[in-house]
């Protein structure tokens, strides 16, 4: 990294965030990206809202040291703890969080009813309500907190009987009450996705809101900094080895990777 080097800095509880850096570097080929994974402190859903904005407060000084001139919370539970009051804090930043992609689903829907995965503090957070109040217009939204499906995408391994068995549990009451689409309000959730569609069936359509993200990114990107060609870098405050597999396996990328504590 050289001094000059302005990154799109990308943090996520977990691989999570992965779903939405694949989607950064399809729009945004030639902007370097770092990505920090706190993989110590998964999965962040659970956990208080304030211990969880510690973390976050944390890894985004380390993005900002490094040269992050835009960050983004590629985790619903971070950005739902975290996100106003970074923006707060760091006024010069550009923020994007990650918002439950209710908009849409409330726009498609056939039945008027739309499910949404989530986590704990996502759906506990001032930021989902606040989506629900302005998106959800008439449809009937059905909030589903699926804690165990975080650690299941850390895992790799949704198709094991036990795996689909709990997927399954969170899937098919929505389906039963008539939900047509499901938001996939958690960045791991993306990486279930072929489990999901396989239980929900053909008749309920999967909302990614990490397409809209990137687009956000794009938008946000400073007025007149030109991204300089770096090698994109990737961290983790777990175990490195463990987060260069995921890494492999996920997204077909192999690179070395950095380890932060953050606390």
């Known amino acids: ?19 939405v850096l694949r989607q950064i570097h399809h729009l945004l080929p030639n902007h370097p990206t770092l990505y920090f994974a706190d993989q ?8 208080p809202a304030a211990e969880t904005r510690a973390y976050v407060t944390a890894i985004t000084r380390f993005l900002l040291e490094r040269g992050a001139a835009v960050i983004v919370l ?4 971070a950005s739902a703890a975290s996100l106003y009051n970074l923006r707060e804090k760091y006024p010069n930043v550009p923020f994007v969080g990650m918002e439950p992609a209710v908009k849409p689903a409330a726009a498609a829907t056939r039945t008027g009813v739309i499910g949404v995965l989530t986590t704990r503090t996502t759906a506990n957070g001032a930021l989902y309500q606040h989506t629900l109040e302005r998106h959800a217009g008439r449809a009937r939204v059905l909030t589903q907190i699926a804690p165990e499906l975080v650690m299941i995408a850390e895992s790799g391994s949704a198709n094991t009987p036990e795996n689909r068995d709990i997927i399954r549990r969170y899937i098919e009451p929505l389906v039963e009450a008539g939900a047509d689409q499901i938001v996939l309000a958690c960045t791991h959730f993306p990486f279930l996705s072929e489990t999901i569609q396989d239980i929900a069936g053909p008749g309920v359509e999967l909302v990614d809101p990490a397409p809209a993200v990137a ?10 900094l030109t991204p300089t060609p770096a090698p994109n870098e990737y961290f983790t405050s777990g175990s490195p080895a463990a987060f260069q597999a995921m890494l492999k396996r996920l997204t077909g990328i192999e690179a070395l990777i950095g380890y932060y504590h953050t606390g």
């Open 74 to 77: 590629a985790c619903n539970a």
């Open 215 to 224: 687009r956000q990114v794009a938008r946000v990107w400073p007025n007149g």
């Open 40 to 47: 110590a402190h998964l999965p962040y859903g659970p956990r």
């Open 1 to 19: 990294m050289t001094a000059s080097t302005s990154y799109i800095g990308v943090l996520d509880s977990g691989i999570g965030g992965l779903s």
